[in-house]
């Protein structure tokens, strides 16, 4: 994003901008990410600002679900991608154990954004495919974390290593020998062998020098000590330093490779790294977004509205990093009524910024308001609330979500001056008005529409008249311009320019009278008292004083300060009866809550019972259809045994005047199970056929205890649901089988056919039933099904 040109360094700190950087770097995971974070500055091109904005917010969202979310620090890389751009270029083991962790964390970092793509598209946008892991590997199996060398990384290098150690024990043995066939005169005190320009040697007193020999390396402070490397072990000496020699050249051997390994994979190394350190920058701001309970503003849109807003150096932060994610609304940050809220401070002087408990607040600007003049007394926060105001706008167009609370509108200021602070320069030969009216100038030479200006104590430091009338023109000029501009002022002159002037607006923080201290509440469109008297009667200045003082202020001023007293009065019975009303509201709805979650309790256990009777019934429909199914077979086990008791041929010749007499009638035979067979076209009773073929032999029956049964060639199922058809069909199979008769007519009607469908399935499945078909279209038709059964 490009930066502001119109933002001096100067302004950047006075309003504190680095300060709140640092805030959002200090969640960054490594240093290169913090310094990403520093190093941000606001934008003027709204896209690009929207964009990061929204970046933020999608993850910041999802950081609230999901805190494995995190991203891996990585070492600076910089000076050896630079390097491998050299061809022949070898890089160091430092180097090149750098470069493998960065190849590990690219991995890890890749692997997050991937898995979040479906979640967090703009932020999976920063993925790029990293290295191969062979490369991290060979790294790793090559070059320890200090950058040495490992014996892994060639099988010449560890011979040539080998050969050093027993270079090195064969050199030491021998020193060790000589050294302890010394004359102890002649060694120092706890001689031992070591180390001296690169050489092993063995230490002996001064006077022993010429009885050992060889080459003096070094000696003592005192010269009483000197340290030899006998002739005896000089070609031992020389044998280690060839071993060590050939060791580096291996070593310089392997360094290459590996430069050479990497040297193709330069850019996708450069683009991992750069990956590694923007996902950084990003988690760093979005973990600040969901520490402050921070909201992504509008971008561009018009007017200036501010809502739930704090300062963000006095907004109240858990340790840094590692970071437990908190819930949103851990925060104290209640929304209060359009125009009002709190001024974002509360501290025991706002010059001085100490910080205290936090109060948000709402400055929501209407389409013809440019200018915002705060007044009221001093440590009331004046100074405090514009520079936050200053401050929001700046990280938002940084991309740097602020502590804002949803529904903010922040237009992007092109420019953004401040002339906050005493200015007063003895080395510049300027007063605090001088430096003041300097600044001044300055913001008009150059502030026009589309920039912020924020004035503090604009006016002060010369003649209160002189100072007003100063302050007034350059407050109205700003408003022509159409240059947002947030100013305060303890000059009562200015208090009127709003109600004069279009497009400004009064504007206080809210002091308690009965008290005398801030209450931090900005109240939007109503001019704040001074209290300059009634801090003084307060802090002991003596009556009469304050009498002579109170008679010399200006009527005009005197009827104003009433009668800002009466309208602060008022506002704030308003604000009490609007809390007692918010209250009252959230009973009601709470009590409403309790009420619909009673209901839903009810509604619930209604649904519970009735499921539990429905389980019963279903329960008991199923016991009685297995007691009837039960009493069938016992039925027809009973009548089995009956009818083997009858005389067989008595019965093969009841059969035989049935068929005759349905021959005679012109019936036709009935399908059978499957459904085959003609229609029936004349159904006879049994009286008939006795009538028409005279009196039949005597039949045979059962005991007695079955044919009391009292049975039906006829039943009606017509209006029955299918379970409640069900279980008459089957008492009438069982009447009609216990009574003998041959047939059965069953009246199931035509409607829908489920009961008509359902008795045909259990007729299919009784092995009473010989066969059963539709009655003639006369005698009911596809409403009747004749049933027969087995002889």
């Known amino acids: ?180 066939a010394l004359d102890p005169t002649d060694r120092a005190p706890d001689a031992a062998v070591t180390l001296r320009g690169g050489r092993y040697v063995i230490p002996v007193r001064s006077t022993a020098r010429a009885r050992v020999g060889g080459i003096v390396h070094d000696e003592s402070a005192t010269r009483s000590t000197v340290f030899v490397e006998p002739p005896e072990v000089i070609e031992l000496g020389n044998a280690l330093r060839a071993a060590e020699a050939e060791q580096q050249r291996e070593v310089l051997r392997v360094l290459r490779e590996l430069t050479d390994l990497l040297r193709p994979r330069r850019d996708s190394l450069a683009a991992a790294w750069e990956m590694c350190i923007a996902f950084d920058d990003l988690c760093a701001r979005a973990r600040y977004a969901v520490e402050v309970n921070g909201f992504a503003p509008e971008i561009g849109g018009a007017p200036l509205a501010i809502r739930n807003g704090r300062h963000p150096l006095l907004v109240p932060s858990s340790p840094p990093f590692p970071l437990s994610v908190p819930e949103r609304g851990d925060v104290t940050n209640s929304p209060s009524p359009e125009g009002r809220g709190g001024q974002g401070v509360r501290t025991d002087g706002a010059e001085r910024g100490s910080v205290g408990d936090v109060v948000p607040f709402d400055l929501i600007l209407a389409p013809d308001e440019v200018t915002v003049l705060v007044s009221g007394p001093n440590t009331g926060g004046k100074t405090v609330l514009i520079k936050a105001v200053g401050l929001l706008c700046l990280m938002a167009q940084s991309g740097i979500i602020p502590p804002l609370g949803p529904q903010s509108v922040l237009p992007v200021f092109g420019a953004v001056f401040a002339d906050i602070g005493d200015r007063q320069s003895i080395a510049a030969s300027l007063s605090t008005f001088s430096a003041h009216v300097a600044a001044l100038r300055d913001i008009l030479e150059h502030a026009g529409a589309g920039g912020l200006v924020l004035l503090d104590e604009i006016g002060s430091g010369t003649d209160p008249a002189e100072g007003a009338a100063l302050a007034a023109a350059v407050l109205r000029t700003l408003t022509r311009r159409r240059v947002v501009t947030l100013a305060t002022t303890h000059l009562g002159a200015l208090k009127q320019l709003a109600a004069e002037t279009v497009g400004i607006v009064n504007a206080s923080l809210q002091f308690a009278a009965e008290t005398l201290t801030p209450t931090y509440r900005l109240l939007k469109g109503v001019p704040g008292r001074s209290y300059g008297l009634a801090i003084a009667r307060r802090l002991g200045i003596a009556a009469d004083v304050l009498d002579i003082a109170e008679r010399a202020v200006p009527d005009a001023e005197r009827a104003l300060d009433a009668l800002l007293a009466t309208v602060e009065t008022r506002a704030r019975e308003l604000e009490t009866r609007a809390q007692e009303l918010a209250a009252r509201d959230a009973a009601l709805r709470e009590d409403a809550a309790k009420l619909d979650a009673r209901a839903d309790e009810v509604a619930a256990r209604e649904r519970e019972v009735r499921a539990r009777a429905q389980a019963l019934e279903r329960e008991a429909r199923e016991q009685a259809r297995a007691y009837l199914l039960e009493a069938r077979r016992k039925v027809e086990a009973a009548l089995g045994r009956a009818r083997a008791a009858v005389d067989e041929a008595t019965a093969r010749e009841a059969r035989r005047l049935v068929e005759q007499a349905i021959e005679e009638a012109g019936g036709e035979t009935a399908g059978d199970k499957a459904g085959e067979g003609g229609k029936w076209k004349e159904w006879v009773s049994l009286e008939d056929l006795k009538r028409t073929r005279g009196k039949p032999a005597p039949i045979a029956r059962p005991p007695d205890r079955l044919t009391a049964a009292v049975a039906t060639a006829e039943v009606s199922l017509r209006g029955l649901r299918v379970d409640e058809a069900e279980a008459r069909l089957v008492k009438a199979l069982d009447d009609a089988v216990l009574a003998d008769l041959p047939y059965l007519r069953v009246i199931h009607g035509k409607g829908t056919g489920a009961v008509r469908e359902r008795v045909h399935e259990v007729l299919a499945a009784d092995p009473r039933v010989q066969r059963f078909g539709f009655a003639p279209a006369n005698q009911g038709g596809h409403g009747v099904t004749i049933v027969e059964f087995t002889a």
């Open 1 to 180: 994003m490009s930066v502001v040109g119109g933002v001096a360094p100067s302004v950047l700190d006075t309003l504190e901008f680095p300060a709140a950087l640092e805030r959002v770097a200090a969640y960054a995971a490594g240093p290169l990410g913090a310094a990403r974070v520093r190093g941000r500055a606001p934008a003027t091109d709204p896209e690009p600002i929207r964009a990061a904005l929204a970046q933020v917010a999608e993850l910041a969202a999802l950081l609230l679900h999901d805190d494995a979310i995190c991203a891996e620090p990585v070492p600076d890389i910089g000076p050896a991608l630079e390097l491998l751009a050299v061809p022949g270029s070898a890089l160091e083991g430092l180097q090149l154990a750098a470069l493998g962790r960065a190849l590990g964390a690219a991995r890890l970092t890749a692997a997050t954004l991937g898995r979040i793509a479906r979640d967090a598209p703009r932020t999976a946008a920063l993925r790029v495919e990293p290295p191969p892991k062979e490369f991290e590997q060979r790294l790793t199996q090559s070059v320890d974390a200090e950058g040495t060398v490992l014996d892994a990384a060639s099988r010449a290098l560890a011979r040539a290593r080998q050969h050093v150690r027993e270079a090195r024990q064969r050199l030491v043995a021998r020193l060790e020998a000589l050294l302890g």
